[in-house]
């Protein structure tokens, strides 16, 4: 079991540009999650994968930002036409439920640190 | 509405118990956590408690909740330089998928 990874760790982009970050979740796991964390503050929920199907999206994620899960495992954020206010660690986590548990928990990765110019 | 809050900096000695407090005001709250965040590594949770108990205690760790206050707090027994760390206390509204609403994060340091 390696973790849930993020690729890449570090981005520095241009206003403008467009970016696309990458979540692998623990494998087998059926609940991807995106959050964005700005300096200082706690994680804001984005939005939530249950497989493929994308169940809940927050009303911080503009019409620039997309996500997609397209087979149930690995997930994509891309944003575009990026604004300085943007720059964030975007956090991925995933989770399963198993059988009896009452709540799941949810495994974080290390984070795509998004800084733009 | 939903809003988590925490005070930003505690600082203990090795070896004293420290207190991290919380206050939530979503009263619909299901679960409510607390995780740890180390510099450069991902969030970790450290344990989480169901609303309608008073207490949970697991090794080290007691957390309290005050339904009534809306008040959470994670008491950490024999405080280590290993547990310095930022503590966010978090909530589940969503009766659980865990759209989790974080607080702003405790630093936590602990002197030797």
């Known amino acids: 079991d390696t973790g849930v990874s993020q690729d890449p760790r570090h981005k520095i982009t241009k206003r403008g540009q467009n970016v696309t970050f990458r979540c692998d979740p623990i494998?087998?796991?059926?609940?991807l999650y995106w959050y964005r964390q700005t300096l200082g503050q706690g994680p804001e929920f984005l939005t939530y994968?249950?497989?493929?199907?994308?169940?809940?999206k927050s009303r911080l994620l503009s019409d620039r930002f997309s996500a997609e899960r397209p087979k149930g495992s690995f997930s994509t954020l891309e944003i575009q036409r990026t604004e300085q206010g943007d720059s964030a660690m975007y956090l991925c986590?995933?989770?399963?439920?198993?059988?009896?548990?009452?709540?799941?928990?949810?495994?974080f990765g290390p984070g795509t640190r998004l800084t733009v110019l | 509405g939903e809003d988590v809050e925490q005070s930003l900096f505690l600082s203990v000695r090795e070896g004293d118990s420290s207190v991290i407090n919380c206050t939530y005001t979503?009263?619909?709250?299901?679960?409510l956590y607390w995780y740890k965040q180390e510099p450069g590594a991902g969030l970790q949770l450290l344990t989480y408690?169901?609303?309608?108990?008073d207490m949970k205690q697991d090794q080290r760790l007691t957390v309290l909740l005050n339904k009534k206050d809306k008040h959470l707090s994670l008491r950490i027994a024999d405080t280590q330089t290993g547990d310095s760390a930022i503590y966010f206390c978090a909530e589940d509204v969503s009766g659980g998928y865990q759209k989790v609403t974080f607080g702003t994060g405790t630093k936590l340091q602990v002197i030797p």
């Open positions: 494998s087998e796991h059926n609940r």
């Open positions: 994968f249950q497989n493929e199907a994308q169940l809940e």
């Open positions: 979503d009263s619909s709250s299901t679960y």
């Open positions: 408690i169901f609303s309608n108990m």
């Open positions: 986590a995933s989770s399963a439920l198993s059988g009896g548990a009452v709540t799941d928990t949810q495994y």
